[in-house]
């Protein structure tokens, strides 16, 4: 591996040489997350006796509160940690939730004891029932410290103004993504099978023990890193701006965008990668950074009072999040179809012949395997093949910009909603050529293996579409709120699984009739009309993809000013020059 050498022969920080490092955190912890979330169920019920409703209700709050720890972790980060600390620290908060877990798994007096015959089972007491509780909020917690924190901290060891290591970032993000499905593709196969066949002892205990490791090299690779300093609270700068403008609401804007203010020396720790440029665009933010009368008298060196001014620089912060809002919105409903793979794509499958031989099926639930492949097969085609051509073509380093990447994603997803209408059909027809249409438990002679195409479509989405939004958040975000922005990445996944609930939820309701009949029947899907629900969803994609069309369209890329370093072949008088750096 070639060494990045700075000015005085000593190894520069950063690099591919942190990477393994920095993925053996993040394989650790999605093999812990999914390994047991995937059979979460299973243990709730088999192992603690939980009613099937409080197991259900018991997911659904880990999951609302999974979803909002990624926003704290990404605020500490930013804010006063840093990214390496906030990952140690949350990592050693998961291991002991882990920790705790795999114990009540273990020991006999942690869980209540076995059914015998046709006994009612003792259901877990409140003492055992807490241990769970404190287990699972604990690895919560520290989910959402290293969630957000990895993609980010693993970007920051390229440097983005260095030519050399600038394609490097962009080749992560793929193989992020790569490393993460190959470990989640572990856990529902492997992890999976020794939780129902070994014991959950060690179905648990195995991922405590790779997490353990995974943070003691994670720290011992601490004088590898590039690590960035934080900056102070993103989201209170971000307030400044907006109450600075709001005050200055009623003076006049100044005739020309040189005249705001500026302060490099203020600005230095939020802006190491380059200052933000000013835009044209939503002017009323401009007015936070009017210098009235009273500040021009400011002495040299002197920090304003920046609850009434700001710098060109901050106030390009804020615009720069507004303008990723409607972009981020648009991920949603990918999320929303992408969920339909564990609901009504999973019942599809256990209706459908599942037999490889005679004496082996296939678990419906293992369908999302092909998806994964997908996933995975795209991400190192893309990897390998698709960028180095698309090169030759764009100019663009990484092949393609994120924005048209995420529209293919998009494109792909409809495709691949449609098909699961037309499946649909197939399937019911073969129900009713059978005789089975009014046998919901009776297996329809026809192979589960037509279900493959909708399954793999959603993994070449994911492929496009997660990867270019992950993508978009970390080159878009302010420099110093790059894990706060990767935190909506995550947020965008929860809001897309709550959308689906919601749109089930509706279904169900505004199609039910007086004869009971119902587009997603409780009873009987086959009864139903789950194709109608498919192709719903695929009118929305497209209304969907048309605004995001639209969002791309008027998108504008966040522009840098960067100094020109030495070195670089300019001349003396060069030097101080600066470059519009759009990165697209």
């Given at each position: 591996?070639?060494?990045?050498?700075?000015?005085?022969?000593?190894?520069?920080?950063?690099?591919?040489?942190?990477?393994?490092?920095?993925?053996?955190?993040?394989?650790?912890?999605?093999?812990?997350?999914?390994?047991?979330?995937?059979?979460?169920?299973?243990?709730?019920?088999?192992?603690?006796?939980?009613?099937?409703?409080?197991?259900?209700?018991?997911?659904?709050?880990?999951?609302?509160?999974?979803?909002?720890?990624?926003?704290?972790?990404?605020?500490?980060?930013?804010?006063?940690?840093?990214?390496?600390?906030?990952?140690?620290?949350?990592?050693?908060?998961?291991?002991?939730?882990?920790?705790?877990?795999?114990?009540?798994?273990?020991?006999?007096?942690?869980?209540?004891?076995?059914?015998?015959?046709?006994?009612?089972?003792?259901?877990?007491?409140?003492?055992?029932?807490?241990?769970?509780?404190?287990?699972?909020?604990?690895?919560?917690?520290?989910?959402?410290?290293?969630?957000?924190?990895?993609?980010?901290?693993?970007?920051?060891?390229?440097?983005?103004?260095?030519?050399?290591?600038?394609?490097?970032?962009?080749?992560?993000?793929?193989?992020?993504?790569?490393?993460?499905?190959?470990?989640?593709?572990?856990?529902?196969?492997?992890?999976?099978?020794?939780?129902?066949?070994?014991?959950?002892?060690?179905?648990?205990?195995?991922?405590?023990?790779?997490?353990?490791?995974?943070?003691?090299?994670?720290?011992?690779?601490?004088?590898?890193?590039?690590?960035?300093?934080?900056?102070?609270?993103?989201?209170?700068?971000?307030?400044?701006?907006?109450?600075?403008?709001?005050?200055?609401?009623?003076?006049?804007?100044?005739?020309?965008?040189?005249?705001?203010?500026?302060?490099?020396?203020?600005?230095?720790?939020i802006s190491m990668g380059g200052k933000l440029f000013h835009t044209k665009q939503m002017k009323f933010f401009d007015k936070a950074a009017i210098v009235t009368e009273e500040e021009k008298h400011l002495k040299s060196g002197q920090t304003p009072n920046l609850w009434r001014l700001n710098t060109v620089h901050r106030v390009?912060?804020?615009?720069?999040?507004?303008?990723?809002?409607?972009?981020?919105?648009?991920?949603?409903?990918?999320?929303?179809?992408?969920?339909?793979?564990?609901?009504?794509?999973?019942?599809?499958?256990?209706?459908?012949?599942?037999?490889?031989?005679?004496?082996?099926?296939?678990?419906?639930?293992?369908?999302?395997?092909?998806?994964?492949?997908?996933?995975?097969?795209?991400?190192?085609?893309?990897?390998?093949?698709?960028?180095?051509?698309?090169?030759?073509?764009?100019?663009?380093?990484?092949?393609?910009?994120?924005?048209?990447?995420?529209?293919?994603?998009?494109?792909?997803?409809?495709?691949a909603t449609l098909v699961a209408g037309f499946m649909e059909v197939k399937r019911k027809n073969a129900a009713l050529a059978h005789g089975l249409i009014d046998h919901p438990h009776s297996t329809i002679p026809i192979s589960v293996f037509w279900l493959v195409p909708q399954y793999s479509l959603h993994g070449v989405a994911e492929?496009?579409?997660?990867?270019?939004?992950?993508?978009?958040?970390?080159?878009?975000?302010?420099?110093?709120?790059?894990?706060?922005?990767?935190?909506?990445?995550?947020?965008?996944?929860?809001?897309?699984?709550?959308?689906?609930?919601?749109?089930?939820?509706?279904?169900?309701?505004?199609?039910?009739?007086?004869?009971?009949?119902?587009?997603?029947?409780?009873?009987?899907?086959?009864?139903?009309?789950?194709?109608?629900?498919?192709?719903?969803?695929?009118?929305?994609?497209?209304?969907?993809?048309?605004?995001?069309?639209?969002?791309?369209?008027?998108?504008?890329?966040?522009?840098?000013?960067?100094?020109?370093?030495?070195?670089?072949?300019?001349?003396?008088?060069?030097?101080?020059?600066?470059?519009?750096?759009?990165?697209?």
């Open positions: 591996m070639e060494e990045i050498k700075g000015s005085h022969g000593r190894r520069r920080k950063g690099g591919l040489v942190t990477m393994p490092f920095i993925f053996a955190n993040e394989v650790t912890e999605k093999l812990a997350v999914v390994g047991f979330s995937t059979n979460m169920i299973s243990y709730l019920t088999s192992e603690l006796h939980m009613p099937l409703t409080k197991a259900a209700n018991t997911l659904t709050n880990l999951g609302g509160t999974a979803s909002l720890t990624p926003l704290i972790g990404a605020f500490i980060a930013d804010s006063y940690a840093g990214r390496f600390w906030t990952i140690t620290v949350a990592s050693i908060i998961y291991q002991i939730g882990m920790i705790s877990l795999t114990l009540s798994a273990v020991l006999p007096q942690l869980r209540p004891p076995p059914c015998k015959g046709d006994e009612v089972c003792k259901e877990a007491d409140a003492g055992q029932v807490a241990i769970l509780y404190v287990s699972l909020l604990l690895g919560a917690l520290g989910s959402g410290g290293i969630r957000p924190c990895v993609v980010a901290f693993g970007a920051d060891q390229f440097d983005e103004t260095d030519p050399k290591q600038n394609t490097k970032t962009w080749t992560y993000f793929n193989w992020y993504y790569f490393v993460m499905g190959v470990s989640i593709l572990v856990a529902v196969t492997v992890l999976v099978y020794i939780q129902d066949n070994i014991g959950w002892g060690w179905g648990l205990g195995i991922p405590t023990i790779f997490m353990f490791m995974s943070i003691i090299s994670f720290i011992f690779g601490y004088p590898l890193y590039r690590n960035l300093d934080p900056a102070g609270s993103p989201f209170t700068r971000l307030v400044q701006v907006l109450v600075a403008a709001c005050r200055k609401r009623n003076l006049p804007m100044v005739s020309d965008p040189k005249l705001l203010y500026q302060n490099d020396e203020l600005d230095a720790s390009e912060e804020l615009k720069s999040v507004i303008r990723m809002g409607p972009i981020w919105a648009a991920g949603i409903l990918l999320i929303t179809a992408y969920a339909q793979q564990n609901t009504f794509s999973l019942l599809q499958a256990k209706t459908m012949n599942r037999h490889l031989t005679k004496s082996f099926q296939i678990p419906a639930a293992s369908m999302s395997v092909f998806t994964m492949l997908a996933m995975l097969s795209t991400i190192a085609f893309y990897d390998r093949v698709f960028v180095p051509v698309a090169r030759r073509f764009s100019g663009l380093d990484r092949g393609i910009s994120f924005l048209l990447r995420m529209g293919i994603g998009f494109v792909i997803s409809i495709l492929a496009f579409m997660s990867i270019g939004h992950l993508e978009f958040f970390y080159d878009q975000a302010p420099e110093s709120m790059r894990s706060s922005a990767t935190a909506l990445f995550w947020l965008s996944i929860s809001f897309g699984n709550y959308l689906s609930s919601l749109l089930v939820s509706m279904v169900h309701k505004f199609t039910a009739k007086p004869d009971g009949s119902n587009w997603l029947r409780n009873d009987n899907i086959s009864k139903g009309k789950l194709e109608y629900f498919y192709w719903l969803l695929t009118l929305l994609q497209v209304a969907n993809f048309i605004y995001y069309l639209c969002c791309a369209k008027l998108y504008t890329y966040k522009p840098l000013e960067i100094p020109k370093k030495e070195g670089t072949g300019s001349s003396e008088e060069d030097h101080g020059v600066v470059e519009l750096a759009d990165r697209v």
